[in-house]
């Protein structure tokens, strides 16, 4: 997913919102906090 949001979107400040919305999401959906999220994944 983070590829096909980097493939579509030539703005990279655009395209990097975009994919820290995705994690959010995807954190959110795991039962996490962004900041466990970050720390397992190291991010």
Same mark, same amino acid.
């Given at each position: 997913? &983070? +590829?096909? &949001?980097? $493939?579509? %979107?030539?703005?990279?400040?655009?395209?990097?919102?975009?994919? %820290?919305?995705? $994690?959010?999401?995807?954190? %959110?959906?795991?039962?996490?906090?962004?900041?466990? +999220?970050? &720390?397992?994944? %190291? $991010?």
């Amino acid at each position: 997913m &983070i +590829f096909s &949001i980097q $493939l579509a %979107e030539p703005d990279k400040a655009v395209a990097a919102e975009a994919i %820290e919305t995705y $994690l959010k999401s995807h954190a %959110e959906s795991l039962g996490m906090t962004w900041e466990e +999220f970050c &720390i397992k994944n %190291e $991010l």
